[in-house]
């Protein structure tokens, strides 16, 4: 008992250390107790993995290949350490044929995109801007009416993920996340995803899952990281620092759209079996047979392009990818027009909400929604325009929605939630 009461004596004696170690002690095992439970989710993923493994493969079927691009830069330069510990083995112990694509410098992946071969399914390790480059790749094909039709598997590892918060559900852990991620890809459940096809000056166009924005908001987002020394208030210091450069800031343009389309209905998937040879004779037949029908010549209904002149502190473009309506009867993109008439105070406010959520269109602005629309800039515009949350000079552009362009692998709860809000 004594020995007892001299411990407790010397820790009040050095109370200073004994906080210390205290924290250090508590923070070590909080760490310790977050990796032990990372290995419970790792080893609890490869066992349901291992059961498509473990599937039976008829002898005229082949082992799914799939393609991963994967951009070790992304996360701060941990994505590879990230995929290779969470993402890798789930995919070698479900049977696919793994081919890792790794990219060292940025625009590569669209180059490699016009060299890959034949693969059944194309997973995307990294953050928005490598989405963005694979789809931009894809879509740039000659051949891309076929390969659009692959199924994209996305693994969110970089800074910024939007696209994953559409595909899965939210997750405590980034282990978890990326887990979840995996296995919706090997049970292979999709959902189609629109595109915006983006064309400016430059021969090729951009490709992009998620928008364009063009503004002010835009211009001091980027600048945040600069303030890091400010801690909580580098948001509110990059807004406030760019108020000083003029105020209002007014963006002047002018805007050429067309309203939403209606959508189609959905194509059933066609047989690639072979018809047999009697059905194949008799189609020929009927058709050297029948009398040529004179083509009669459809009235072109004229598009009903609007025109606005705008003065905005913003503009943006976003898809419905966001907020996916499986169900919707007509096919449009969003855009965007925030007044300039706004105070400083609400500009810099507002500016820490946009951080949060980029593509928030907030009250007294005006929206629009359409299929197709052309911005036209002054020529002397500076600044940048994100696409997809990657930088591109400023210049006139021409927006085209492409509906349902490409399947994604989500997860089933997800897509169960999107069917129940549309019905």
């Known amino acids: 008992m004594a020995k007892v009461i001299k411990m407790f004596q010397t820790l009040r004696n ?15 095992g909080n760490w310790l107790y977050g990796k032990h439970c990372d290995n419970l989710l790792r080893r609890a993923a490869c066992q349901e993995a291992q059961v498509f493994g473990d599937q039976i493969i008829l002898p005229n079927e082949l082992i799914k290949k799939a393609t991963v691009f994967l951009n070790p830069a992304a996360c701060k330069g941990k ?10 083995p789930l ?31 194309i997973i995307i390790a990294g953050g928005d801007g490598t989405v963005q480059e694979v789809i931009t790749g894809l879509l740039r094909r000659a051949d891309e009416a076929a390969f659009s039709k692959i199924p994209i598997g996305f693994i969110p590892l970089g800074k910024s993920s939007t696209l994953s918060h559409t595909l899965y559900p939210e997750s405590v852990s980034q282990v978890q996340h990326i887990i979840d991620a995996t296995l919706s890809i090997l ?10 096809q983006i064309k400016g000056n430059k021969d090729q166009p951009v490709f992009a899952i998620t928008g364009l924005r063009w503004g002010a908001y835009r211009d001091a987002g980027a600048k945040v990281s600069k ?10 210091a990059a807004h406030f620092f760019n108020t000083l450069k003029g105020w209002p800031q007014t963006h002047p343009a002018s805007l050429t759209y067309l309203g939403p389309t209606p959508r189609p209905p959905e194509e059933p998937e066609q047989k690639t079996g072979r ?21 009669i010549p459809k009235e072109v209904t004229p598009e009903a392009w609007q025109e606005t002149q705008l003065s905005a502190i913003e503009f943006a473009i976003t898809t419905q990818n966001r907020h996916l309506d499986l169900k919707r009867t007509e096919d449009f993109m969003n855009i965007c027009i925030e007044p300039d008439t706004i105070s400083k105070g609400e500009y810099i406010k507002r500016g820490s909400q946009k951080m949060g959520d980029p593509h928030l269109c907030p009250e007294g602005s005006q929206c629009l929604q359409a299929s197709r629309c052309i911005l036209q800039l002054p020529e002397d515009t500076e600044g940048s325009l994100a696409i997809d949350n990657e930088e591109y000079e400023a210049m006139s552009v021409e927006v085209k929605l492409l509906p349902r ?9 997800k897509k169960e939630q999107m ?3 549309a019905s």
């Open 405 to 413: 362009k490409l399947q994604f692998f989500c997860d089933s709860r």
């Open 14 to 28: 050095h109370w200073k250390k004994t906080t210390v170690g205290i924290g250090l002690l508590t923070w070590g």
């Open 227 to 236: 303030y890091w020394y400010l801690g909580p208030l580098k948001t509110k």
């Open 79 to 88: 994505a590879r350490s990230l995929f290779e510990k969470n993402a890798a």
């Open 275 to 295: 018809l047999p040879l009697y059905i194949r004779l008799y189609k020929r037949l009927a058709q050297y047979w029948a009398p040529s029908l004179k083509e």
């Open 419 to 421: 069917l129940q809000g």
């Open 91 to 121: 995919l070698h112990l479900s049977g696919m044929d793994v081919i890792v694509v790794k990219t060292d410098y940025e625009g590569q992946a669209k180059k490699l995109l016009e060299l890959m071969e034949n693969t059944d399914v």
């Open 187 to 196: 049970k292979g459940e999709t959902i189609p995803v629109d595109v915006l």
